[in-house]
């Protein structure tokens, strides 16, 4: 299972948006709405964002925001804030009964 | 509060094996199916494997299927992760973590470093 396609990295001012995409295939993206979004800072563990698609788990800021197209996924930040800057990862079920992740993006504040 | 811990790991040749543990509290462990997921040094999160509410059901990675067996005890709250044949390439941190929904995972434990080398 190859991993899903994500931009290496993607950078904005503050108060900017930024969106990260996360593109697969029918076998995972496009055919289940089990999407989920990861931020990740340097030496610790990642954090949810967004589940199915376009959840939200609470205690999350409503700035995140996550939508799927066919077979790319796709997570917004809006109102960027330096806490933002992180690794953030995709991960998808598939077909295979499954899962697999995004290949990561780094985002930066400018 | 959730908690998880993993232990187990460290330093091991190639060809070895070894077992993690995932020490869970704060919720009713065998409500939830459970995930280990690792990441190699400098590089990006991983599949590793998963594990029904009640052990019935596992699915792992293509490259880990044969050589690593995930297991629970509810009786004990403990995740486990039996690995063997481990090569090189096997050396990462391992997190567990809890399956929220749909394989999205909502609590990770700290991870346990894995090192294969001779």
């Known amino acids: 299972q190859s991993a899903l396609t994500q931009p290496a990295s993607v950078s904005g001012s503050p108060g900017q948006s930024i969106t990260i995409s996360c593109t697969g295939s029918?076998?995972?993206?496009?055919?289940?709405?089990?999407v989920s979004w990861y931020q990740q800072h340097p030496g610790k563990a990642p954090k949810l964002m967004i589940y199915?698609?376009?959840g939200r788990p609470s205690g999350v800021s409503d700035r995140f925001s996550g939508s799927k197209s066919g077979n790319t996924a796709s997570l917004t930040i809006s109102g960027l804030q330096a806490e933002d800057e992180a690794d953030y990862y995709c991960r998808s079920y598939t077909s295979s009964s499954t899962y697999v992740f995004g290949t990561g993006t780094k985002v930066t504040v400018l | 509060e959730v908690q998880l811990v993993e232990s187990g790991g460290g330093l091991v040749q190639p060809g070895g094996s070894l077992r993690l543990s995932c020490a869970a509290s704060g919720f009713t462990f065998s409500n939830y199916a459970m995930h280990w997921v690792r990441q190699a040094p400098g590089k990006g999160l991983e599949y590793v494997s998963i594990?029904?509410?009640?052990?019935?059901?596992?699915h792992y990675a293509n490259s880990m299927k044969g050589r690593f067996t995930i297991s629970r005890d509810n009786s004990k709250n403990t995740l486990y992760l039996q690995m063997g044949s481990l090569r090189a390439e096997d050396t990462a941190v391992y997190y567990c973590?809890?399956?929220?929904?749909?394989?999205?995972?909502?609590?990770w434990g700290q991870g346990t470093l894995v090192t294969v080398s001779s």
């Open positions: 973590a809890r399956d929220l929904v749909g394989g999205a995972v909502d609590y």
């Open positions: 199915e698609v376009s």
């Open positions: 594990i029904s509410t009640d052990g019935g059901i596992t």
């Open positions: 029918s076998s995972d993206v496009g055919g289940y709405n089990y």
